[in-house]
């Protein structure tokens, strides 16, 4: 599906400059969505659009047509640009969520259920990792920024400090990035006057593999994954989340200012966990390790 929609310029304050927007082609198979790019001319006020496509005789076309407002006459006038550019880069967006589709099928295949039939195990004949995963953050690291697979919403990484605190890409046969003293922010809920996944306030299943090279002695606790989740109507804003209790080398589950839980999972430095945080309905959530 292909749409036009607007996109504000802001301030640092996250206030309008200007009441001009510029018109941006987005698109989106209703699990992904991208911003393709713009549309309209710089400085035109867009109001009304509309897109045209027509194929025929081994030739495409795509066409934006929309209204822009005139500031001296008060009279809105018609444009009309067809967009080859853009509809070259559709192209190469659906490639890539197609490749991604089948890179990450094979984290769970079958033959993987029949090796562990544990109940903690997933992956069976009838069940698709792909179905309805929005984003997907593996090995793409660029300087401080952690890119999402799905070309949706970019990962931020914070607190790097050269020689101290890093954030690399991970090598050998596992992708992803190996944090020591960073960490990254995921701002799924916070993209401004058009939310990509605006569903992540009220539902939402995060899933991660993670793995601790050693650990630090004393009774630490260490952070490892954490949602800000909006409750009560947006009056309050809830930690959740999951982080290892170096005392008692086990889990620790953080829930806003409820009293922590220690999990009966134990942490076991150099192995490897799966670690799930659910929200459902806005107010309910969950923490698994390993299925429990």
């Avoid at 190469?92 to 094979?106: A, F, G, N, P, Y």
């Avoid at 630090?216 to 409750?231: S, Y």
């Avoid at 806003?256 to 999990?263: C, I, P, S, W």
């Amino acid at each position: 599906m292909l749409v036009t929609l607007p996109v504000y310029d802001k301030t640092a304050e996250n206030e309008m400059v200007n009441p001009k927007c510029e018109l941006h082609l987005w698109l989106t198979d209703n699990t992904h969505i991208v911003d393709i790019g713009p549309v309209s001319r710089e400085g035109e006020n867009v109001a009304a659009s509309s897109l045209l496509y027509k194929s025929g005789n081994n030739e495409e076309k795509l066409i934006s047509l929309y209204e822009k407002g005139n500031e001296e006459t008060q009279s809105p006038g018609m444009v009309s640009i067809r967009l080859t550019e853009q509809l070259e880069r559709v192209r190469k967006v659906l490639k890539t969520w197609q490749e991604v589709d089948e890179r990450v099928s094979k984290l769970c295949t079958p033959s993987s259920a029949k090796e562990d039939v544990s109940p903690e195990n997933a992956c069976g004949a009838d069940f698709n990792i792909t179905a309805g995963l929005v984003g997907f953050l593996s090995g793409n690291l660029s300087e401080n920024t952690w890119k999402d697979e799905y070309l949706g919403v970019n990962a931020t990484v914070k607190g790097i400090v050269e020689n101290k605190r890093t954030a690399t890409a991970a090598t050998g046969p596992s992708d992803g990035v190996t944090f020591q003293g960073a960490w990254a922010e995921w701002p799924v809920g916070a993209q401004g006057e058009n939310q990509l996944y605006h569903f992540a306030n009220y539902n939402f299943t995060l899933v991660a593999t993670v793995s601790l090279d050693g650990v630090p002695e004393g009774d630490t606790h260490i952070p490892l994954m954490g949602v800000n989740v909006t409750m009560n109507e947006g009056t309050n804003t809830v930690l959740v989340g999951l982080s290892y209790n170096n005392n008692e080398k086990k889990w620790q589950l953080l829930c806003g200012d409820e009293n922590n839980k220690v999990l009966s999972s134990p942490l076991e430095p150099d192995t490897t966990d799966h670690v799930v945080i659910l929200l459902r309905n806005g107010n309910q959530t969950s923490a698994y390790v390993d299925g429990q």
